[in-house]
């Protein structure tokens, strides 16, 4: 299989379905994140454990002990929307967003995991009511369902970058 394609592995009892990348052709699994290559390769079961502690963050209330153990010092959030990238940054929007939704649940729908670069992605999805303003909207005292998709990389156990995409249309039009 060429390098980049992927292939079902198995399907877990909620029915979702965990990929995994094939190997390069030589076997080489190559750098870890950060191109520290004497960083040793996390396996898929390391890399999903840690995708789904990560997403379990995103539910009331927040569990910041691990938080802060799940991500490096040096953790770069590539899709800041306006913040800084940074750890502290990002926790500041996760705070913010467990306020507005102090109800907040999510799940993880799906994962796909890259075993040669150490990255997860997540299509999640979450409930909760909003309580208080958030993204300039409320509160309205609505229940809103919110999705997404992450892409978290880690290294040594860390997640040291994150890409994600979220659909919150559902609250940003909830009084328009």
């Known amino acids: 299989m060429p390098h980049g394609d992927t292939r079902d592995t198995r399907h877990d009892q909620g029915g979702e379905i965990l990929r995994q990348s094939a190997a390069p052709p030589n076997g080489d699994v190559g750098a870890s994140a950060h191109g520290d ?73 799906d994962l796909v995991i890259d075993e040669t670069t150490s990255r997860v992605a997540v299509r999640w999805s979450a409930i ?31 997640i040291v970058r994150r890409w994600g995409e979220w659909d919150i249309g559902g609250h940003v039009h909830a009084v328009r």
């Open 128 to 158: 909760g009511t909003n309580r208080s303003a958030f993204l300039g909207t409320g509160p309205t005292g609505r229940r809103v369902a919110i999705t997404g998709i992450e892409i978290i990389e880690s290294a040594g156990g860390r």
């Open 37 to 109: 290559p004497s960083a040793p390769a996390q396996s898929r079961a390391e890399l999903e454990s840690i995708a789904r502690k990560w997403i379990s963050l995103w539910c009331a209330p927040v569990d910041w002990g691990l938080f802060d153990r799940l991500h490096a010092d040096d953790f770069e959030d590539c899709s800041a929307a306006g913040r800084d990238p940074t750890k502290e940054a990002f926790a500041d929007g996760l705070a913010d967003l467990v306020a507005a939704f102090p109800d907040l649940q999510t799940t993880v729908e």
